[in-house]
């Protein structure tokens, strides 16, 4: 079983930035896709960007140009870098792992986009 642990939520205004982070409790996370997911209130869970084991990204269009996902497997990082955050990206942002047929989330991390 792997655990994730998610850092960097918070309470921003408009056109601010913020930088989330996810690392894992596995030893080795190399073979992982790892991704971002987001849910906000009365909505279902949507992707956000997602990077593959060999380094291939995908963005939901709603964030392409704003937000950068990188990864860091010696550290058992995936982050995501948030900038220009919009009100409509409030959510609580929800990190994953993939591999195969094992899905692993993290427990949440809060984003508030408000003025």
């Known amino acids: 079983q792997v655990q994730l642990v998610e850092s960097g939520g918070g309470l921003v205004q408009p056109g601010g930035s913020l930088r989330l982070s996810c690392t894992a409790s596995e030893t080795f996370v190399n073979a992982y896709t790892m991704g971002w997911y987001r849910q906000a209130p009365g909505k279902q869970r949507e992707l956000v960007a997602y990077?593959?084991?060999?380094?291939?990204?995908k963005y939901a269009d709603s964030v392409k140009g704003r937000f950068t996902i990188s990864r860091d497997n010696a550290k058992k990082l995936v982050e995501l870098q948030m900038s220009s955050l919009k009100f409509e990206d409030t959510a609580v942002y929800y990190c994953?792992?993939?591999?195969?047929?094992?899905?692993?989330w993290g427990q949440g991390t809060q984003v508030t986009v408000s003025s």
């Open positions: 994953n792992f993939q591999l195969s047929r094992y899905s692993y």
């Open positions: 990077i593959t084991s060999g380094g291939s990204i």
